[in-house]
């Protein structure tokens, strides 16, 4: 279907953008690559008065390596992400990008727009979770940087004012000794997962100094498998544990039936999931280059 | 026509296809394509209700918007049309079908009214304002729900039965009474999937005042059924209904069943005075609306087997799930009996075989239709039996196919089997799989506890139709036989062009005509137009013609050869006549002035030119004795049929028989339990190939359809007939990362029944759905788990083996031995 009929205004800066939304009011919304919001307004699911187009704003799309943090402009593409040598040096964020939907989205797709969208399906929210990540929120009056743990409030919501928007993505590199990654299972490319694990530690030989687990899919927003971290942390990482932190993400998860997979499913598959991403960064962490893609049907 | 030996400079040659250039470069010419001037866009308001009365409908807000013409409601079309013909006898032939529902909804997508507008934008703006107020009833999505009769869809009907019928063949209870050993099968169930073509269905429809002609430009890919449904409904001769078609992307035998949404585009014109309507399928009313493909139970089944594990009798009570219309049913009643027994040689059969109404979208001839649900059963019953039996899955088969030496054979129900080898297949596909190595690794990694499975599926698919099993599902039905048009011609400047009454979605009839004519006329494929494309005008189509149901190897190439020999001939005849010499000595070639006919005694020769010259614009010049000759020449093609005795159900339904023998090796994760194919063979047999390219490009695609349709693909609905699977994030079609590498191989048994060995192929008997049961099967059978359903994801498998809730064999089959 076409969509309802609506205002298209172009920003030629994202100061002019916030502008422009705090004068057009509720009924504007931004457009980045448009993969969420334009489906939503074609199903007439979504229905704004006003759109305002990020697209021609300049330099709202790169990579930059600065103080140990890698910075990335809201407009960044999820395919300039797959592609960039700088982003791979976090490996967690190659997988990520790498494994959103096909190529046509991830070629507009953004990474300020997913956040910004924060839908419990999107893949960013759940990788970006484990690391550190801050998300850089400009509005008319200031600029704010919020941690991603307080920028994500619920399914759908975030910090974002009306009229601010999100300019710059931050994320932290991790320490030396480091590994992540991030599987998802996925019944085809352009859909969303049905579950997903993003786990990202710290390791010292064969002891995991540190870890973070995050789980996609399983909840309202990404969730923090903190019994699951617990049960490595400090620990080396034997069947044992591996089966301790499988379970207790088992149990850390809240997912909803639908047609990706019933509750009980999603339950099981998550905790196998968790359990192959720690394989997996653990060998990252020890410096082997792992290839991970996600699970097909 | 007696067939005169071509040479095969062409046929059997892998040509790359004529229609690829255009196809490739984005220059192919699809119905949305087509503008005209005053056109007006048509969109459906549609029923959120799986079954409810309509109490009213309002659409005068809607009218209100500006750049709306007009709208249309049931109630405003009812009285202007008859209801569509339905094929079955009472009590099916007792419902009423309209484009538009008129007192009650019946399905969730239902049309229930339409509205016109000067751009789709306002068609979708005022389509929201048409207010319809519902009451609702009572919905059964269940098939044996329904045949309860609680919830009454059609009440003129008085039932939720279309049909019924039972066909019984041999002494089933003998061979039960004198089985060595019985397996009782309690249900299996084939599942409710659809094709997914590119190009959703298209209609551009213009009843024009000045003619009081209707004229369509679709995609619908059997037009002469639905101008045969369109004329009866609208009261219009069928000489004033004009329908083209162009390049269509995609049916699958689902766009055969556009024609209720024909109808409303056409009234809409009639109504908007004259101004074309266009109506473009949203992905969303595609998959809740247009066609699904027929879901199935197969209930109490009993097997009576030998010592040796042959099967001697099968008998078992099919129900069939039409959706809400029966529309193109009740034929699929009958169609599955075209593969009776399968590729098996037991004589004794007894099938009780119902079809039922339920408040779910209308089925369609789908891709394997009404086939491949049977031959899935027949597949699930030899594992199953194979397996109560202690007898490798191989060798079971090999116990029961029938053998290479009794080709041409006779089935219990009269059909006849053209020519096949399965053994060979099995032996084929064996091979290109490593069936040795894949047992060894088999028994290896189960012993680590890893779950795999190997799948034997063979299938047929049966091509070229005898319309006269319409008269099994109702005596009364005017259809039988099968027939294809076409004609060659030697245009004004001698450009040779061949029509067909075809509608080609990816199948290359252009290539494989013109390889015809090039090897009757014995040049280049380059120097030969095909129209293709339906075109009610080109004056080539019989009532069968269209592209559906694996045939036009058969009956469009048969067409097309007798109309290019009919050529030939008159060439021949006027060539001898100009070179002033016996036909005998005339041969055909290429020369300096391009393709000709030469005197092999003078050396003297014509080309086409000077042929068509004499013929179309120096016609002075022929003697009056060869005044009957045109160089334009129609031809059509009739199967060799006769009509079935209805009584018995007994008589040949199908001219060729394809055979595909597909082996899968399926793991499934223990701690995901996402099946994974680790290997994939897909072997065809098609008797004789006309291009190999084009037959393996076939082979794939329904190979992908089939594993998509086995582990990805299905219409889901909830208890009160919401369809859960309405987008393609939902549906989830299958996509090329889901796709294994499918290792192909292929035999040539050569069909006695067509002029050139070719057999109809294409829709693959949905082979990779058997296959990928049997597979599963095999890795789960020391698991407790019958593969009780067509359809298996990690979700169903994970439901199976963890939480045991379905397919527990226990519940499902039981073996009895008799002592002998
Ligand atoms: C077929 C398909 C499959 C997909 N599969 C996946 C998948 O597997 N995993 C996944 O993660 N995603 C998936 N997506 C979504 C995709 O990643 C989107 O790109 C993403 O969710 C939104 O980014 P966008 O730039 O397209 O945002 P838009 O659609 O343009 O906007 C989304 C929302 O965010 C707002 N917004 C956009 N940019 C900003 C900003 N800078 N500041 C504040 N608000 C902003 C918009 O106003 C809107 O409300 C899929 C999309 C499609 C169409």
């Given amino acids: 279907m076409y969509p309802r009929a609506f205002h298209y205004h172009r920003a030629s800066s994202l100061k002019e953008a916030v502008a422009m939304l705090s004068q057009l009011g509720d009924d504007a919304k931004l457009l980045a690559g448009g993969q969420s919001l334009i489906p939503l307004m074609k199903l007439r699911f979504a229905n704004p008065q006003h759109l305002v187009d990020l697209n021609f704003v300049p330099g709202t799309s790169y990579i930059k390596e600065e103080g140990g943090a890698l910075r990335f402009g809201a407009l960044t593409r999820h395919a300039e992400i797959e592609n960039s040598a700088t982003a791979a040096k976090i490996p967690i964020l190659h997988d990520c990008a790498a494994g959103i939907a096909d190529v046509q989205v991830r070629n507009r797709g953004t990474i300020g727009g997913s956040l910004a969208e924060a839908d419990p399906s999107g893949d960013w929210a759940v990788v970006l979770m484990t690391l550190s990540t801050e998300v850089c929120c400009l509005g008319a009056k200031k600029t704010r940087t919020v941690p991603?743990?307080?920028?994500?409030?619920?399914?759908?919501?975030?910090?974002?004012?009306?009229?601010?928007?999100?300019?710059?993505?931050?994320?932290?590199?991790?320490?030396?000794?480091?590994?992540?990654?991030?599987?998802?299972?996925?019944?085809?490319?352009?859909?969303?997962?049905?579950?997903?694990?993003?786990?990202?530690?710290?390791?010292?030989?064969?002891?995991?100094?540190?870890?973070?687990?995050?789980?996609?899919?399983?909840?309202?927003?990404?969730?923090?498998?903190?019994?699951?971290?617990?049960?490595?942390?400090?620990?080396?990482?034997?069947?044992?544990?591996?089966?301790?932190?499988?379970?207790?993400?088992?149990?850390?998860?809240?997912?909803?039936?639908?047609?990706?997979?019933?509750?009980?499913?999603?339950?099981?598959?998550?905790?196998?999931?968790?359990?192959?991403?720690?394989?997996?960064?653990?060998?990252?962490?020890?410096?082997?280059?792992?290839?991970?893609?996600?699970?097909?049907? | 026509?007696?067939?005169?030996?071509?040479?095969?400079?062409?046929?059997?040659?892998?040509?790359?296809?004529?229609?690829?250039?255009?196809?490739?470069?984005?220059?192919?010419?699809?119905?949305?394509?087509?503008?005209?001037?005053?056109?007006?866009?048509?969109?459906?308001?549609?029923?959120?209700?799986?079954?409810?009365?309509?109490?009213?409908?309002?659409?005068?807000?809607?009218?209100?918007?500006?750049?709306?013409?007009?709208?249309?409601?049931?109630?405003?079309?009812?009285?202007?049309?008859?209801?569509?013909?339905?094929?079955?006898?009472?009590?099916?032939?007792?419902?009423?079908?309209?484009?538009?529902?008129?007192?009650?909804?019946?399905?969730?997508?239902?049309?229930?009214?339409?509205?016109?507008?000067?751009?789709?934008?306002?068609?979708?703006?005022?389509?929201?304002?048409?207010?319809?107020?519902?009451?609702?009833?009572?919905?059964?999505?269940?098939?044996?729900?329904?045949?309860?009769?609680?919830?009454?869809?059609?009440?003129?009907?008085?039932?939720?039965?279309?049909?019924?019928?039972?066909?019984?063949?041999?002494?089933?209870?003998?061979?039960?009474?004198?089985?060595?050993?019985?397996?009782?099968?309690?249900?299996?169930?084939?599942?409710?999937?659809?094709?997914?073509?590119?190009?959703?269905?298209?209609?551009?429809?213009?009843?024009?005042?000045?003619?009081?002609?209707?004229?369509y430009w679709c995609n619908n890919s059997f037009p002469s059924f639905a101008i045969q449904f369109l004329s009866a409904h609208l009261n219009v001769h069928i000489d004033r209904i004009r329908v083209e078609t162009s390049d269509i992307g995609g049916s699958f035998g689902i766009k055969i069943t556009s024609y209720p949404q024909m109808a409303v585009c056409a009234l809409a014109s009639k109504k908007a005075g004259g101004r074309p309507i266009k109506w473009v399928e949203t992905r969303s009313e595609h998959i809740t609306s247009s066609a699904h493909g027929n879901e199935r139970t197969f209930r109490d089944t009993?097997?009576?087997?030998?010592?040796?594990?042959?099967?001697?009798?099968?008998?078992?009570?099919?129900?069939?799930?039409?959706?809400?219309?029966?529309?193109?049913?009740?034929?699929?009643?009958?169609?599955?009996?075209?593969?009776?027994?399968?590729?098996?040689?037991?004589?004794?059969?007894?099938?009780?075989?119902?079809?039922?109404?339920?408040?779910?979208?209308?089925?369609?001839p789908n891709r394997g239709y009404s086939r491949m649900q049977h031959l899935w059963f027949l597949e699930r019953v030899v594992d199953i039996c194979a397996h109560e039996l202690g007898i490798p899955a191989d060798e079971m088969r090999l116990r029961n196919y029938i053998r290479p030496e009794e080709f041409p054979y006779t089935t219990p129900n009269g059909c006849v089997y053209d020519s096949g080898n399965y053994p060979k297949?099995?032996?084929?596909?064996?091979?290109?799989?490593?069936?040795?190595?894949?047992?060894?690794?088999?028994?290896?990694?189960?012993?680590?506890?890893?779950?795999?499975?190997?799948?034997?599926?063979?299938?047929?698919?049966?091509?070229?139709?005898?319309?006269?099993?319409?008269?099994?599902?109702?005596?009364?039905?005017?259809?039988?036989?099968?027939?294809?048009?076409?004609?060659?011609?030697?245009?004004?400047?001698?450009?040779?062009?061949?029509?067909?009454?075809?509608?080609?979605?990816?199948?290359?009839?252009?290539?494989?005509?013109?390889?015809?004519?090039?090897?009757?006329?014995?040049?280049?494929?380059?120097?030969?137009?095909?129209?293709?494309?339906?075109?009610?005008?080109?004056?080539?189509?019989?009532?069968?013609?269209?592209?559906?149901?694996?045939?036009?190897?058969?009956?469009?190439?048969?067409?097309?050869?007798?109309?290019?020999?009919?050529?030939?001939?008159?060439?021949?005849?006027?060539a001898a006549f100009v070179l002033e010499t016996q036909e005998d000595d005339i041969e055909f070639g290429t020369g300096a002035q391009g393709p000709e006919l030469r005197a092999k005694s003078t050396g003297k020769s014509i080309n086409y030119w000077g042929l068509a010259n004499i013929v179309n614009v120096n016609s002075a010049v022929l003697p009056v004795e060869m005044h009957d000759v045109t160089l334009n020449c129609r031809y059509i093609w009739r199967a060799p049929f006769k009509v079935p005795d209805k009584v018995r159900k007994y008589g040949n339904l199908t001219l060729t028989y394809a055979s595909q023998l597909h082996i899968a090796v399926v793991e499934i994760d223990r701690d995901t339990f996402i099946p994974h194919i680790l290997d994939y063979v897909a072997v065809d047999d098609c008797g004789t190939v006309i291009n190999p390219p084009i037959v393996e490009g076939q082979v794939y695609g329904a190979t992908a359809h089939g594993i998509g349709a086995a582990l990805m693909e299905s219409c889901v609905y909830d208890a009160v007939g919401n369809m859960l699977t309405s987008t393609f994030s939902d549906y989830t079609p299958i996509t090329a990362v889901n796709m294994p590498k499918v290792k192909y191989g292929h035999i040539e048994t050569p069909s006695p029944h067509s002029y050139s060995g070719a057999k109809g192929m294409g829709e693959g008997g949905a082979a990779p759905i058997h296959t990928i049961s049997a597979a599963l099967q095999d890795a789960l059978f020391a698991e407790g788990i019958i593969v009780d359903d067509s359809f298996n994801n990690a979700d169903s498998l994970f439901r199976a083996m963890v939480g045991k809730e379905i397919g527990q064999v226990g519940k499902l089959v039981k073996l009895e031995r008799r002592a002998q």
């Fill in chain 1, 148 to 297: 991603l743990s307080d920028f994500i409030k619920d399914a759908y919501t975030t910090a974002l004012a009306h009229d601010e928007l999100v300019s710059e993505v931050v994320v932290k590199a991790p320490p030396k000794g480091s590994g992540g990654a991030y599987i998802a299972f996925k019944r085809s490319a352009p859909v969303y997962p049905t579950a997903s694990a993003a786990v990202q530690l710290i390791m010292d030989g064969d002891v995991c100094k540190d870890v973070v687990i995050a789980l996609g899919c399983v909840g309202l927003t990404a969730i923090k498998a903190k019994d699951a971290e617990a049960a490595l942390r400090g620990q080396r990482i034997t069947d044992k544990a591996l089966s301790a932190a499988m379970e207790a993400a088992r149990a850390a998860a809240d997912p909803q039936s639908d047609m990706r997979g019933s509750t009980d499913y999603k339950r099981a598959l998550v905790g196998a999931l968790v359990k192959r991403a720690i394989e997996v960064a653990m060998r990252r962490a020890h410096g082997e280059q792992v290839e991970v893609g996600h699970i097909y049907a």
């Fill in chain 2, 1 to 215: 026509m007696s067939p005169e030996g071509d040479k095969k400079n062409w046929v059997g040659k892998p040509l790359p296809r004529k229609e690829e250039n255009r196809l490739l470069r984005g220059r192919g010419k699809f119905a949305d394509d087509i503008k005209m001037r005053e056109m007006l866009y048509l969109r459906f308001v549609r029923s959120p209700y799986a079954h409810a009365k309509i109490v009213s409908v309002d659409v005068s807000a809607a009218e209100a918007v500006p750049g709306v013409v007009c709208t249309l409601t049931g109630a405003e079309v009812a009285p202007q049309v008859q209801p569509f013909i339905e094929i079955a006898p009472d009590p099916g032939g007792k419902i009423k079908d309209y484009a538009l529902a008129v007192s009650k909804v019946r399905y969730q997508g239902e049309p229930v009214a339409a509205v016109m507008a000067e751009s789709p934008g306002i068609a979708d703006d005022a389509a929201e304002l048409v207010q319809v107020e519902y009451e609702a009833l009572d919905p059964v999505v269940d098939a044996e729900e329904a045949l309860k009769d609680a919830s009454i869809l059609h009440e003129e009907a008085g039932t939720n039965r279309v049909w019924n019928g039972v066909f019984e063949y041999g002494d089933v209870e003998k061979a039960l009474k004198e089985a060595a050993s019985v397996v009782s099968i309690d249900r299996l169930h084939f599942h409710r999937f659809s094709s997914t073509p590119l190009e959703n269905n298209v209609v551009i429809a213009q009843w024009n005042p000045k003619d009081e002609r209707i004229y």
């Fill in chain 2, 302 to 364: 009993r097997v009576a087997l030998d010592k040796d594990g042959v099967i001697t009798a099968i008998a078992s009570r099919h129900i069939d799930d039409c959706g809400a219309y029966p529309r193109y049913e009740p034929l699929g009643c009958v169609i599955w009996s075209q593969v009776f027994p399968g590729v098996y040689r037991f004589k004794n059969a007894r099938i009780d075989f119902t079809q039922t109404v339920t408040n779910k979208c209308p089925v369609g």
């Fill in chain 2, 425 to 574: 297949m099995l032996q084929v596909a064996k091979g290109l799989i490593g069936w040795d190595d894949w047992k060894k690794k088999q028994a290896a990694a189960r012993k680590e506890g890893h779950l795999i499975g190997l799948g034997i599926g063979t299938t047929l698919d049966s091509g070229t139709n005898n319309f006269g099993q319409s008269q099994i599902v109702n005596p009364g039905a005017p259809f039988s036989g099968n027939s294809q048009g076409a004609n060659c011609k030697l245009d004004i400047y001698g450009e040779v062009v061949v029509a067909v009454g075809s509608c080609p979605q990816g199948q290359g009839h252009e290539t494989t005509a013109a390889q015809v004519v090039a090897d009757v006329l014995n040049i280049h494929p380059d120097l030969i137009t095909v129209r293709t494309g339906f075109d009610t005008e080109r004056n080539v189509h019989t009532g069968f013609s269209g592209t559906y149901a694996s045939q036009f190897a058969v009956s469009g190439l048969s067409a097309v050869h007798g109309a290019a020999q009919k050529l030939k001939a008159e060439m021949k005849r006027l």
